[in-house]
T-cell receptor, first 117, second 114 residues
Framework: EAGVAQSPRYKIIEKRQSVAFWCNPISGHATLYWYQQILGQGPKLLIQFQNNGVVDDSQLPKDRFSAERLKGVDSTLKIQPAKLEDSAVYLC???????????????FGEGSRLTVL | AQSVTQPDIHITVSEGASLELRCNYSYGATPYLFWYVQSPGQGLQLLLKYFSGDTLVQGIKGFEAEFKRSQSSFNLRKPSVHWSDAAEYFCAVTVNTNAGKSTFGDGTTLTVKP
């Protein structure tokens, strides 16, 4: 079974530039999450999708971050314009529909490391 | 809102020694608890999980964890550590299974001495 795919693995940009990250979840996983992991901290949820609808985006800085999940499969997270404090690893995770009894178990991609100079 | 505390930022143990990583959570009801491991440059991998039932759960790679409701704890243990266990370990709690949203602690970095 293929895992969660993310790209690019690494990205270096200047502040005020834009960047986009892509994620393809495990086939059949209805729920998709974007987490931000700053060095020395645990992952912090940015946004959660159930199929192609947003379940929770309360922690997403909407003035600069946006995310979409068209057709309920892959997803894109965009930052525009980037700030120095956005330097982090952006992790995508997916999980089965909670109704299938394995709620909360997340399958993570390898992450996209962003450095903002 | 739920929260997770991992009191130890960094732990060093000798290879072959036992290991215990601490995790405390804050939530009014019984949460769903997880331990994940993250090797450098990798995503997080699930080690084990507790949903209900037996409070001692077994996971992969010889790890186990014990849920103690009275102490709001879910500590991770391994009787004999291998050099390949060096990594960062995250405890996580999910309290609304319909949403499946997990809150993570800030992690404990494990160093294994030869």
């Amino acid at each position: 079974e293929a895992g969660v795919a993310q790209s690019p693995r690494y990205k270096i940009i200047e502040k005020r530039q834009s960047v986009a990250f892509w994620c393809n979840p495990i086939s059949g996983h209805a729920t998709l999450y974007w987490y931000q992991q700053i060095l020395g901290q645990g992952p912090k949820l940015l946004i959660q999708f159930q199929n192609n609808g947003v379940v929770d985006d309360s922690q997403l800085p909407k003035d600069r971050f946006s995310a979409e999940r068209l057709k309920g499969v892959d997803s894109t997270l965009k930052i525009q314009p980037a700030k120095l404090e956005d330097s982090a690893v952006y992790l995508c995770a997916s999980s089965l529909d909670p109704g299938q009894g394995v709620a909360g178990e997340l399958f993570f991609g390898e992450g996209s490391r962003l450095t903002v100079l | 809102a739920q929260s997770v505390t991992q009191p130890d930022i960094h732990i060093t143990v000798s290879e072959g020694a036992s290991l215990e990583l601490r995790c405390n959570y804050s939530y009014g009801a019984t949460p769903y608890l997880f331990w994940y491991v993250q090797s450098p440059g990798q995503g997080l991998q699930l080690l084990l999980k507790y949903f209900s039932g037996d409070t001692l759960v077994q996971g992969i790679k010889g790890f186990e964890a014990e849920f103690k409701r009275s102490q709001s704890s879910f500590n991770l243990r391994k009787p004999s550590v291998h050099w390949s266990d060096a990594a960062e370990y995250f405890c996580a709690v999910t309290v609304n299974t319909n949403a499946g949203k997990s809150t993570f602690g800030d992690g404990t970095t494990l160093t294994v001495k030869p």
